[in-house]
């Protein structure tokens, strides 16, 4: 039985890092590197520096934002209350269109790679039976989510580390030179931000964190720490065995550069070991992505923006069931049209857009409730737009579409809850 009422508060800072690191070792490590490789040349290790140092101020800003104001629907709920209704209703829409889609490449991804490992050939079934299997558990409460998503980081991050432990004795020095091959070290800095932005989930699960005036910063810190120093030491090792126009290569060809850097080093067990890695932590980018995205439907339910059936939980507390749902029969739908490109060209665009108003929101905080100077924000705020300049003038027009049409819906939907309250008012 769902009724409107509060998420119960069940998870401890362990839990919450857990949480973010499930949410960004996924997809991002294990395919973004040679894409970004692709752009930046060996320059891509800047580019992971860069992006990590935007991520720390853009989770800052985050941060300081969950502990003044822990609820649910993260920067959608910071943009209505401290800069306008139209930049909240532009995030929560920008996060639910971006990361549907972002799960659905996920689960197709996964299915990817467990055809490849077990010569299974029906990839979509995989695919669709991975987002039922993990709506389930998303339905079932965030203790048995959190205590599923520990195994999953365990697995995917304990794999990067073994590779990179046994690749670093094999690279060579001549392929780390800096050299960016005539392309966009910007451009490849935006993609792989894109990588680091799963510590978001930790601020839109704010209704579920005990003390999160202090957990959610320290969470959100440390997530960043810990990702950032696995990206760096995995890129190293990645670009310095197969360099980086190869790299580039079997990343177009196979979309799992690692595995190739595993064959590299020790083809006869770390390539499995490393393909397991990635389908466990696609597997938590989908489970944490369900989780970020219910809470984030639960939220624009809570304010109207979505039919008020979506601002439900059950009973004990324990899951947004209408709000999962949705998510979960969106994430499916997309699945079932089996094009793993749908919304990667789309998601640093969204996503850098999502966190420009993070830092606007930060700025608008009291001063009482300011965690960190003004500056910070405002260095993140002038990044996320600066970058997303970089990126392909396509990509950028279509997302500001995607933008418009969100706006259009959200006053129309305002209009018709207006007529509906003068008419009953009337009656």
């Given amino acids: ?221 440390a997530t960043l720490v810990v990702t950032m120093i696995v990206y760096v030491v995995v890129a190293g090792a990645a670009v310095g065995v197969l360099g980086a126009q190869r790299l580039a290569v079997v990343t177009a060809e196979t979309a799992a550069p690692l595995e190739a850097v595993a064959r590299a080093v020790q083809p006869d067990v770390l390539p499995t070991a490393v393909a397991v890695g990635a389908l466990v932590a696609m597997l938590g980018v989908i489970l944490n992505l369900l989780l970020g995205l219910s809470r984030v439907v639960l939220a624009m339910g809570r304010r109207a923006d979505l039919p008020s059936i979506f601002a439900s939980v059950r009973a ?31 998601s640093a665009f969204t996503v850098l857009i999502y966190y420009a108003i993070t830092n606007l929101a930060a700025l608008r905080l009291p001063a009482e409730q300011r965690r960190f100077p003004p500056v910070l924000a405002r260095a993140g705020l002038a990044g996320c737009l600066f970058v997303a300049l970089w990126i392909d003038p396509g990509v950028i027009l279509a997302g500001s579409a995607l933008i418009g049409v969100g706006l259009v819906w959200h006053e129309l939907a305002r209009r018709r809850s207006a007529d509906g309250l003068r008419s009953a008012k009337s009656r």
């Fill in 316 to 346: 004990d507390g324990r899951a947004p069931v209408p709000a999962t749902m949705l998510v979960g029969g969106t994430v499916l739908a997309l699945t079932l049209i089996g094009d793993v490109r749908l919304t990667w060209s789309f």
């Fill in 1 to 221: 039985m769902a009724h409107s009422g509060e998420l119960r508060r069940e998870l401890g800072i362990a839990s919450a890092v857990l949480l973010g690191l499930g949410s960004i070792v996924g997809t991002g490590v294990y395919v973004s590197i040679g894409i970004g490789a692709a752009i930046a040349g060996s320059a891509v290790v800047g580019a992971v520096m860069l992006a990590a140092v935007l991520a720390v101020l853009n989770g800052l800003s985050s941060a300081q934002l969950a502990a003044a104001h822990p609820v649910s629907g993260g920067t959608y709920e910071y943009g209505y209350r401290f800069v306008h209704r139209r930049v909240g209703f532009t995030a929560g829409w920008m996060f639910v269109s971006a990361k549907s889609a972002s799960a659905a490449t996920a689960a197709l991804g996964f299915a990817g790679y467990l055809g490849d490992l077990a010569g299974i050939g029906a990839r979509t079934a995989l695919a669709v039976g991975a987002v039922v299997l993990l709506t389930g558990i998303v339905l079932s409460g965030i203790r048995r989510s959190s205590a599923v998503n520990t195994f999953i980081v365990v697995v995917a991050v304990g794999a990067l580390l073994v590779l990179a432990a046994v690749a670093w004795p094999e690279v060579s020095a001549t392929n780390l030179r800096w050299d960016s091959g005539g392309g966009s070290l910007l451009e490849a800095t935006a993609l792989m931000f894109v990588a680091y932005t799963g510590y978001g989930r930790v601020a839109t699960l704010g209704e579920e964190v005990r003390d999160p005036g202090k957990t959610i910063p320290r969470a959100i810190i």
